[in-house]
């Protein structure tokens, strides 16, 4: 079986479809002749055809709006926003239209759109290009936010995101685009949505993260084992709806959680997690929930963005504080 | 030394002028006084709705209502040149359009009196909704179009936009790219002379609206939004050219919002009396009726009747939108997902509970 980057696997996630479903047209800058800035959909024209592969115009609102339009006349577009820095535009789209169209005509339109966008830093990118403004789409009803921590995950939550009903934001981590490469069948099954993946079980604490800050959290988990810490790591995945049943579960067994994210803190994600752990788990916890996030600045420019990047000695230490909470 | 490099033109068309005289002769298509007549009927039917709307809304039976005073034969010739199969979506002004395709006056009057299901048009099933965030839906309406042309279908995608909304991003962007693909969608554009209490001339230089169009590369025209027969004559054609292959165009129709923005805007704040007064001697209603008249296709006795049946239709309307309770609380949950998340149960469940207390 291939070993794919996760760039890869979104583009064989996405050449699955199309080639299963005429629906499925895939739309956005420079995703035609050139494949993409970052060749997520490198091929795609040529197999499929122009009509298929749309190299829009430069223009964000355009490209959510249409994608809405083509969605509720019953195609699945898959629209690419090239990063996550330009979707802004595209955000009145999403909030008052892509997820209200199902509510507001009780059924009769609907609204499967997928939105694709690079989302993260790390990768010494040019301003605008590196931040991670999830939580802002967390925050509309209607949406589903996913974001994958692995080639596997790309593949499998890329095609559930395409056949879901629903709009669905698709936050790919830019950094991971093509740092790792993960054995991935291409048999066109998704995997569920609105689920966390618990990637591994562990009995001293729960690390709570998604994209690429699992990276990170797995390495800072491997490190805390070697001094007998185990760790329990859940990749959330599916941002919203938000699966805290999972969370809590892992928490009632460990008592300590820790939320990883690189996106600033204040009304981060993470925010609402422990907000929920402190409602339904309070009793459970045998320490503080400690966050270890992005600050609340601007993203820096490249320079300083490993300075602003959680890394594994501040997951270890926050890990280590839970521990030794008295 | 400079050369011209491009030229273009703005046409303009009338058929009946303000006094409702023939400008020129009908069209093909628009001689026969039934045709005619069906025309006029939308736009009174149209006006004795809005009318009692406003009054629903005076007296707390209807929430804020955005009456299309005045610009009734906009939405007349729209619905009249479009096919059972297009796809209309429109803005919070095009009652007479919707009510041609079918749209009910109840499920408008349910839309304005705070009811989802007054956006679930039991007859034209692919419309859209009524759009509030102005000149957002354009960019759907090349969306929808581009999903008729990649099925190859012989239908058309029609959004009706005000003037304000021609000032924004969303509209160029959405002509842009439907003069790039070809895509078969008209944009008409109710020209009504105020967003709110902001004038046309305060909203853009450009010396008309249509001109708009000649930047993405597609035909922008005007028409005197205030004749039927021009605005259903002009967009037909452009329907008619969109479902032919030759792609996008736009037509500006001129007309003139006689009331408030909406029932919650008073517009006496910010307009000259004296122009309203003088907007209302070019009403469309009156001007067909006037032609007609004298060309003997209509009578006193026909008058009184459509008023009567208009009138009765919606008193009827009124009727079902007043008895039709509303849903209950938990249905905010129904249509948000096509199966609600599991982590939205325990919300939609105390909801629930909630009003059955």
Redesign the interface.
């Known amino acids: 079986m291939p070993e794919l980057t996760l760039i890869e696997a979104v583009n064989r996630a996405l050449v699955h479809e199309m080639a299963a479903d005429p629906s499925v047209?895939v739309l956005g800058e420079d995703v035609g002749v050139n494949g993409g800035v970052f060749r997520a959909t490198a091929g795609l024209a040529q197999r499929f055809g122009a009509?298929?592969v749309?190299d829009?115009?430069l223009?964000e609102?355009?490209i959510?709006?249409?994608?809405?339009?083509?969605?509720?006349?019953?195609?699945r577009?898959v629209a690419e926003i090239q990063f996550m820095g330009f979707i802004y535009?595209a955000l009145?789209?999403l909030l008052?239209?892509a997820t209200r169209l199902?509510?507001?005509?009780?059924?009769?339109?609907?609204c499967p759109l997928v939105l694709r966008t690079p989302h993260g830093g790390g990768i010494h990118a040019p301003e605008h290009h590196s931040e991670s403004t999830e939580a802002l789409f967390t925050h509309i009803?209607?949406l589903?936010v996913l974001i994958p921590s692995s080639p596997a995950r790309a593949y499998g939550l890329l095609l559930a995101a395409i056949r879901?009903?629903?709009p669905v934001l698709f936050l790919e981590p830019t950094r991971l685009y093509r740092m790792v490469r993960e054995v991935v069948e291409d048999d066109g099954s998704a995997l569920p949505l609105?689920t966390c993946f618990v990637l591994r079980e562990g009995p001293d604490v729960t690390l709570v993260s998604w994209g690429a800050m699992l990276h990170e959290t797995l390495a800072a988990a491997d490190a805390l084992s070697e001094h007998g810490i185990g760790c329990e790591v859940i990749d959330v995945a599916t941002l919203k709806?938000?699966?805290?049943?999972t969370i809590l579960g892992s928490v009632m067994k460990t008592g300590r959680l820790v939320i990883i994210h690189e996106a600033g803190r204040s009304g981060g994600l993470g925010a609402e997690i422990a907000a929920q752990i402190g409602e339904r788990g309070l009793l459970s916890l045998q320490a503080p929930i400690e966050r270890v996030t992005g600050y609340d600045t601007i993203m820096p420019l490249y320079r300083l963005e490993k300075a602003y990047l959680p890394d594994v000695a501040r997951i270890a230490a926050a890990v280590k504080k839970t521990l030794e909470f008295q | 030394m400079q050369q011209s490099v491009a030229h273009f033109e703005i046409a303009y068309t009338q058929f009946l002028d303000e006094a409702g005289r023939t400008v020129q002769g009908f069209p093909e298509g628009l001689r026969d006084p039934a045709t005619l007549r069906a025309l006029y009927e939308v736009m009174v039917r149209t006006r004795t709705f809005d009318k009692k709307a406003i009054a629903l809304q005076r007296t707390g039976q209807l929430g804020t209502f955005a009456s299309s005073l005045g610009q009734e034969a906009i939405g007349a010739g729209v619905g009249a040149a479009m096919r059972p199969e297009d796809v209309l979506l429109p803005s919070y002004r095009d009652y007479a359009a919707q009510f041609s395709r079918g749209v009910t006056m109840t499920e408008v009057l349910l839309y304005w009196g705070g009811d989802e299901r007054g956006m679930d048009y039991e007859k034209p099933r692919r419309d859209f909704p009524i759009c509030v965030p102005v000149a957002s839906h354009t960019c759907h309406a090349a969306g929808v179009a581009f999903a008729m042309k990649y099925r190859g279908e012989a239908r058309v995608a029609v959004s009706i936009l005000g003037d304000g909304a021609t000032s924004k991003g969303d509209f160029y962007e959405a002509m842009n790219a439907a003069g790039v693909w070809c895509l078969p969608v008209v944009f008409v554009v109710n020209n009504n002379q105020w967003a709110i209490s902001v004038s046309r001339r305060a909203q853009t230089a450009a010396e008309t609206l249509a001109q708009k169009a000649i930047a993405a590369g597609i035909p922008g025209e005007q028409v005197d939004g205030n004749d039927v027969v021009a605005v259903r004559e002009r967009v037909g054609v452009a329907i008619e050219r969109a479902r032919a292959g030759q792609g996008a165009s736009l037509v500006e129709c001129l007309s003139y919002r006689l009331g408030d923005h909406t029932t919650a805007d008073d517009a006496s704040r910010y307009r000259d009396p004296a122009e309203v007064e003088a907007a209302g001697r070019r009403d469309p209603i009156e001007r067909l009726r006037g032609y007609l008249l004298r060309a003997g296709h209509w009578s006193t006795a026909d008058e009184e009747r459509l008023l009567a049946h208009a009138a009765a239709e919606v008193d009827l309307a009124v009727t079902g939108y007043l008895a039709l309770p509303a849903l209950p609380p938990e249905s905010m949950f129904e249509h948000l997902y096509a199966s609600l998340p599991q982590s939205l149960e325990e919300q939609r469940r105390a909801v629930a509970a909630a009003s059955d207390a």
């Open positions: 047209v009509e298929r749309l829009t115009p223009s609102t355009l959510a709006g249409m994608a809405i339009g083509m969605a509720a006349e019953g195609l577009p535009p009145d789209q008052n239209h199902r509510n507001r005509t009780r059924g009769r339109l609907t009803p209607g589903r879901d009903p629903d609105d709806p938000l699966d805290i049943d």
